[in-house]
Every structure is written in C-alpha cells, then in structure tokens.
C-alpha cells in the first residue's frame, strides 16, 4: 500500500484524477471502477475539466461502479446511475453504452448480480478501482462483517452509512434500505486500488483501516492485502495516522511520484507513474440488462 498525503482537499483530488488521466491515456481501453459520494464529486468535475481543456479521452474506455440502492430506478434523481450521468458521463465523451452500473430496480436482484460480475469478467476485468471509505469503514456498500471474500451481492445498510447518507435524500427517510454493491473479494481483484479520502471526519476511519488491524468489522480493511493499492489523503483525514512522516519520505523519494509532486497546473501528460501497457483488444459492448 502506498499512503500519499496532500496539503488539502484540492491537491488531493487533484492528483487522484491526474493518475486516473495518466492510465486512461497510456491505455484508452482501460477498463475503470467508479465509486459515488461527496467526494468524488470534485474528482469528476476535474475530469471533465481535462476531457474539454486538454482532450482527456473516455471514448474506449469501459466503467463499473461499485454499487447502487436498491429500489431506485436509474431514472431516480438518487439514484447512483443519476449521479454518475450528472456529475460524469454526460460531461464527457464515454460511450453511454459501456456505463455499468447494478440494476437496482431488477425484478430478480439475486440474477443481476451474477449478470454484473458476469460483465466485469467479460470485459476483462477492473484496471483501476476507484474508491472512497464510508464513516462505516466501508468499499462500496460492504457494511460492517462483510466476508472480505465476498461477490457481488444485496446488503442492508448499517445505522452509520445511513446516518451518513440519508442527508442526501428528500425526504431521509426514502434512503433504501438495501443496496447492491461489489463484494470485498471483486473490488480486490482490480489490478489497481486508488482510495481517495478527504476530511478530518474521515480521520479515525482512515487510521484504522490503513494502520489498524485486517477485519470484516472495516472492509476497507482488505486494501492492506492488495498487491497495488493507493490511498490518497488530505491532511486532515491524514491527521490521525501514526506514521506520517514514514508516508511523506516514501512519497519525496519514489521514482514515480516525481511528475505528481507538483501541484495542480502541472500537466497531466507529465512523467509517467505505470508502463505503458500493449493495448487490449477491443471490448465488445455489453449493454445491462441485456
Ligand atoms: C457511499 C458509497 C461509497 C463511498 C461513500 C463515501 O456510501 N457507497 O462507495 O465510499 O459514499 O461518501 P462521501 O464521499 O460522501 O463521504
């Protein structure tokens, strides 16, 4: 695991989308995992800055998203399927038709999320995972003793992810109960995890799933076993770490943070932090629901 610590929120969500830039670039095929929240709202608005200023292209690419309530149609204003169109899909140049996301409106959920996974494996598998971390230390929507084995499947949401999300429903009380969310064992099989999180409420979280000990209990846990996985953080959701400093030297003297330790009007096409990879053949697509 990498811990990489930005001066604030800005900085961090900065570098989060110039390396998600930098592998859609070295790879226009690349197939992504997208997470929803708060936070990720101004990765994507950073995106979509690129895709107009610079020419980020998304036309190759295929998404996941990590999960969806259950209940809500993706017509549904709260709906992650609204909130990846809005904040992402419609702003930039991605073909709608390789956008996945669960159906959480499916008349057979337990189908659909052996479809999904079905489609992940299709496609070839996730490149890069991007993820955030719930108040209830969770990737995704896997709640407190998720099996960190775990596929895609239906989870009922704990007090604390609902305590933290229901705010974003009018009325609260139409917050689903249920979600359809990736399980632990198929968000880690991503060839890359990239956490970003931000904010001094997510700094005991942070602390435990990064220096505390592997549970089910915080499934973001489950990133200490991950071959490749980065966490970016703010200062203030950095602040209770114990090794702080440690985090900071690796990062001044790692090779392949070079073009990153600038800050945001460096250019994206700067240095390189992965090798170029063959280009894969092109993915047919695979509509959901079909
Ligand atoms: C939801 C998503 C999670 C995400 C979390 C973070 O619960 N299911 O994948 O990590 O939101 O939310 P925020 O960025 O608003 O703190």
Not at 40 to 64: I, K, N, P, W
Not at 111 to 116: F, K, N
Not at 175 to 202: E, F, N, Y
Not at 263 to 288: E, F, M, T, W, Y
Request: glycine letters at 8%.
């Amino acid at each position: 695991m990498e811990v990489v610590i930005r001066p604030n929120a800005e900085t961090a969500t900065d570098l989060v989308a110039r390396v998600i830039a930098r592998k859609l670039r070295d790879n226009p095929r690349l197939v992504i995992g997208l997470a929803t929240g708060r936070t990720m709202e101004s990765v994507y608005a950073r995106l979509v800055q690129m895709h107009r200023e610079q020419g980020l292209d998304f036309s190759g690419c295929h998404t996941f998203n990590l999960d969806e309530y259950v209940g809500l149609p993706g017509s549904h204003r709260n709906s992650y399927r609204h909130y990846m169109n809005h904040n992402l899909f419609l702003n930039v140049n991605v073909d709608l038709r390789n956008t996945h996301l669960p159906d959480g409106a499916a008349a057979d959920i337990e189908a659909e999320c052996e479809r999904y996974e079905r489609v992940i494996a299709h496609c070839g598998g996730i490149d890069l995972q991007l993820l955030g971390i719930g108040l209830a230390g969770h990737l995704g929507f896997n709640e407190p003793v998720s099996s960190l084995c775990s596929r895609t499947r239906i989870k009922v949401l704990s007090p604390v992810t609902r305590a933290q999300n229901e705010a974003l429903f009018t009325p609260p009380y139409e917050m689903p109960r249920r979600a359809i969310t990736m399980g632990v064992g198929t968000i880690v099989d991503a060839r890359h995890c990239l956490l970003l999180a931000t904010g001094g409420d997510k700094a005991d979280i942070v602390a435990r799933a990064i220096e505390g000990p592997m549970t089910s209990m915080i499934s973001a846990t489950a990133l200490q076993f991950h071959p490749h996985c980065t966490v970016v953080l703010d200062e203030a959701a950095a602040s209770r770490l114990q090794e702080v400093d440690y985090y900071r030297w690796i990062f001044e003297n790692e090779p392949q943070w070079e073009p990153f330790r600038n800050g945001s009007n460096a250019s994206c096409l700067d240095g390189h932090l992965v090798k170029p990879r063959r280009q894969k053949k092109a993915i047919a697509p695979v509509l959901d629901g079909a």
